[in-house]
């Protein structure tokens, strides 16, 4: 199976500045077929159902503000939230689709600090 | 509207049974891949089940003990799960794949399944 493994466990930013979450995987993402990288981010209120933010790395979903961005290739991702705003407090998996079983990384909490 | 209701969980004692159904509206439900991913108290998501074009798919941890199935007719996926343990304690999600793709564009909210003595 493939692990994907999430950097930080957590982190605290300040209201308005960047927040970065880093996600790699144990084997390449990179789709041959249409050169595109199987990775999601989802985010995840308390006591709610996570929410699709991402697809193929960097496809940003509809309604998803544009403060939300995905970058990476390969074996290496990020999601940024370049200006923090307190409805963004919450967890943040990345998860591949790139071969199964589909697996998700261990989350990323962000807080405000 | 896309909504996906989940019922059945509760308590059971290890060894039990529980059956989960997902109940589903706002899109073309024979369509659509489905999956079940589960969430255990104040841990990470963890993608257990999927139902495809007939095709059936586990995680080792819950392969022959648990069963999938989509009555297409109902609007309806299903998790029946036995020989049930402490560890799959757990909120369960029924999920909606993305066409073609194993990952998901709408959860629903949830379903506690508490296995204990």
């Known amino acids: 199976d493939i692990v994907m493994t999430q950097s930080p466990d957590s982190l605290a930013v300040s209201l308005g500045e960047r927040a970065t979450i880093n996600c790699k995987s144990s084997?390449?993402?990179?789709?041959?077929?249409?050169?595109?990288?199987?990775l999601v981010w989802y985010q995840q209120k308390p006591g709610q159902p996570p929410r699709l933010l991402i697809s193929?790395?960097?496809t940003r979903e509809s309604g998803v503000p544009d403060r939300f961005s995905g970058s990476g290739s390969g074996t290496d991702f990020s999601l940024t939230i370049s200006s923090l705003q307190a409805e963004d407090v919450a967890v943040y998996y990345c998860q591949q689709y790139y071969t199964s079983p589909t697996t998700f990384g261990q989350g990323t909490k962000v807080e405000i600090k | 509207e896309v909504q996906l209701l989940e019922s059945g969980g509760g308590l059971v004692q290890p060894g039990g049974s529980l059956r989960l159904s997902c109940a589903a509206s706002?899109?073309?439900?024979?369509?659509?891949?489905m999956s079940w991913v589960r969430q255990a108290p104040g841990k990470g998501l963890e993608w257990i089940s999927a139902i495809n074009s007939g095709r059936l798919y586990y995680a080792d941890s819950v392969k022959g003990r648990f069963t999938i199935s989509r009555d297409n007719s109902k609007d309806t996926l299903y998790l029946q799960m036995d020989s049930l343990r402490a560890e799959d304690t757990a909120v369960y999600y029924c999920?909606?794949?993305?066409?073609?793709?194993?990952?998901?564009?709408?959860w629903g909210q949830g379903t506690l399944a508490t296995v204990s003595s």
């Open positions: 084997q390449s993402l990179l789709f041959s077929s249409n050169n595109r990288n199987s």
């Open positions: 999920a909606k794949e993305v066409m073609g793709y194993g990952y998901f564009d709408y």
């Open positions: 193929w790395a960097s």
């Open positions: 706002g899109f073309t439900f024979t369509n659509y891949g």
